[in-house]
């Protein structure tokens, strides 16, 4: 699937970049893993804690309190500055609890958010995990590359 995706994205001249939470780079690890992947990866942000997605992408602290860092907004938000930041075509967040304890009131452990904006569109999914913490992760990282893939638009 990485071999298609970054076919596609070369051929068609689109970039990617992506900006994590949950994964902690383990996303863009994964879709660099090929030779020539600089020809379409714009590059990552890895944002693991509130204050920084407010500082870096400058996302409102006061909000993301309110909502969660887990939430469809989030991981909205999260998408949405990192395009700004790199100015991509594609552009994918992870935010999420990959457990074992729960981050806040609100979320809940396994509970994972994944945004793709696409130059047509933007899709939020929400998954509930019920692995360990490393294979929540993984799943992310695959659902993530799943998204991705199945909505690359020619």
Same mark, same amino acid.
């Given at each position: 699937m ?6 596609? &994205?070369?051929?068609n001249n689109?970039t ?5 939470? *949950? #994964?902690?780079?383990?996303l863009s690890? $994964?879709l660099?893993?090929k030779?020539g992947?600089?020809n379409?990866?714009q590059?990552?942000v890895?944002v693991y804690?509130d204050?920084?997605?407010?500082k870096?992408?400058?996302? +409102?602290?006061?909000? *993301?309190k309110e909502?969660s860092?887990?939430?469809e907004?989030?991981a909205?938000?999260?998408?949405k500055s ?6 991509s +075509?594609y552009?994918i967040? #992870? ?5 074992p304890?729960?981050?806040d ?6 509970q994972?958010f994944?945004t793709l904006? #696409?130059?047509?569109?933007? *899709?939020t999914?929400e998954?509930?995990? +019920?692995? +360990?913490? &490393?294979e929540? *992760?993984k $799943?992310t990282?695959d ?5 991705l893939? $199945?909505? &690359?638009?020619?």
């Amino acid at each position: 699937m990485i071999n298609e995706i970054q076919h596609f &994205l070369i051929e068609n001249n689109k970039t990617l970049s992506v900006c994590e939470s *949950i #994964t902690g780079g383990a996303l863009s690890s $994964k879709l660099i893993s090929k030779a020539g992947s600089s020809n379409f990866f714009q590059g990552s942000v890895v944002v693991y804690n509130d204050e920084i997605k407010s500082k870096i992408l400058g996302i +409102d602290i006061n909000k *993301i309190k309110e909502v969660s860092a887990v939430s469809e907004w989030t991981a909205y938000e999260m998408a949405k500055s990192t395009k700004k930041i790199f100015s991509s +075509d594609y552009v994918i967040s #992870t935010t999420g609890n990959a457990g074992p304890e729960k981050y806040d009131e609100i979320s809940k452990t396994g509970q994972v958010f994944i945004t793709l904006i #696409t130059p047509n569109k933007s *899709i939020t999914k929400e998954y509930f995990l +019920d692995g +360990d913490r &490393l294979e929540n *992760i993984k $799943k992310t990282v695959d659902f993530s590359i799943n998204l991705l893939h $199945k909505n &690359l638009s020619i």
